[in-house]
Structure formats: structure tokens, C-alpha cells
């Protein structure tokens, strides 16, 4: 089995930078895509960003597009997403998964981590 463990959430100002790490361990993900969604109050979960195993290849949500940029250290077993000029509106909880497929649906994705709380103060 797999685990996926966010951390590195937390308060931070707008404008402010944070940088987001998911950890995994258990069955490799060997050839496995990885992304990050966010949800937050009274919304579903939307897509953040992907990443192809390699991390030749990359995707972001319009809404993040330019100050997010997400990156993979397979060695470290470890995926990443630095956020930088965050906005009140990027507050959400941040869940980091795992899939075979390469893409911004949820659907594609089959592993979820816990959750991290990124708050983004005004």
C-alpha cells in the first residue's frame, strides 16, 4: 500500500510564499503521475497541478498558472509545490495523489493524501 503525507501547510500572508511537500512511501509509484488538488469550504475538490513521473512534463490550473510551480524528487520519494504571491482566495485544504495517468481529473488519481491547511491571511 501506499502513503502519501502532506506537509508544510499552514497561516501565511498574502503575497507570502509556502512550499508544500508530499512524502510517499510503500509501493513505488514507479511510472506513476502525481498532482495536487485543493478544497476548500463549501467547494469541491478542484485540480492544482500535475506532474509526470519524470517531471518533464507539467500542468497547473489557470488560477495558479505563474505562481505555482510543482516539481518532483523521485530519489526522495518526495513531490512538491511551491506557492508564491498566494491569495485569500488560494486558502484551502491542499491533498496531494498519485495515479497512472497523467492529467488535471481527479478521477485519473487513485492515491490522496491526508490533507495539509494552507490559510491565506489578508
Known amino acids: 500500500q501506499v502513503q502519501l503525507v502532506e506537509s508544510g501547510g499552514g497561516l501565511v500572508q498574502a503575497g507570502g510564499s509556502l512550499r508544500l511537500s508530499c512524502a510517499t512511501s510503500g509501493r513505488p509509484l514507479t511510472n506513476y503521475a502525481m498532482g495536487w488538488f485543493r478544497q476548500a469550504p463549501g467547494k469541491e475538490r478542484e485540480f492544482v497541478a500535475a506532474?509526470?513521473?519524470?517531471?518533464?512534463?507539467?500542468r497547473y490550473a489557470d488560477s495558479v498558472k505563474g505562481r505555482f510551480t510543482i516539481s518532483r524528487d523521485n530519489a526522495k520519494n518526495t513531490m512538491y509545490l511551491q506557492m508564491s504571491i498566494l491569495k485569500f482566495e488560494d486558502t484551502a485544504v491542499y491533498y496531494c495523489a498519485a495515479g497512472p495517468l497523467f492529467g488535471s481529473s481527479s478521477a485519473f488519481y487513485g492515491d490522496w493524501g491526508q490533507g495539509t491547511q494552507v490559510t491565506v491571511s489578508s
Open positions: 506532474i509526470t513521473w519524470s517531471g518533464d512534463t507539467t
